[in-house]
């Protein structure tokens, strides 16, 4: 947790949970540097090439200045599955909000999960799609299903 200012309450600040996410921009701003280059192998940005903030010691809650450096995609990568193998470093939980289903069949395929039907959704993971998805394409997948199912005679549980 983390004290920020905040002008609407007593005292003029309030204590706030900075994600994992917000820890990334912050080591992004901490490590500016005018000469962008890979640490490891000098390669500059460009041509499809990014270069991404590194933590060396493998700590990605650790943002102090001397354990930050630039390093691109490639290097970062092979840098970071070395050390998982090795047990080494500690990787933060990432912030990945959930979100609501943007088709019908991925509306399906949470519905059908809840419904005990075999699909890539775990049930847990189906209830947080369904519970994501805005009322009004709620209403609007059902309707499409409806109509579906009247098209065809109403057989079956869901036409697909």
């Known amino acids: 947790m983390k004290w920020i200012p905040n002008p609407t309450t007593r005292g003029g600040r309030r204590q706030v949970e900075i994600t994992d ?5 912050r080591a992004q701003d901490a490590n500016a540097q005018p000469d ?3 640490i490891y192998c000098g390669a500059p940005p460009g041509r499809g090439r990014r270069l991404d903030v590194d933590h060396i010691n493998g700590k990605e809650s650790d943002n102090a200045p001397e354990n930050l450096a630039y390093s691109c ?3 970062n990568t092979q840098k970071g599955a070395l050390f998982a ?8 939980r990432q912030y990945n909000p959930v979100t609501g289903a943007r088709t019908l069949a991925e509306w399906l395929e949470a519905v059908m999960a809840t419904k005990g039907y075999q ?6 993971q189906a209830v947080e799609k369904i519970r994501a998805t805005p009322p009004g394409d709620r209403s609007a ?7 579906r199912r009247r098209e065809r005679g109403g057989q079956g549980i869901v036409p697909f």
């Open 73 to 75: 995609r490639g290097c």
């Open 119 to 124: 699909t890539r959704f775990s049930i847990p």
């Open 85 to 92: 193998r090795l047990g080494r470093g500690v990787k933060t």
């Open 141 to 147: 997948f059902a309707h499409e299903i409806w109509d």
């Open 36 to 38: 962008k280059r890979c």
């Open 21 to 25: 996410r917000a820890k990334r921009y």
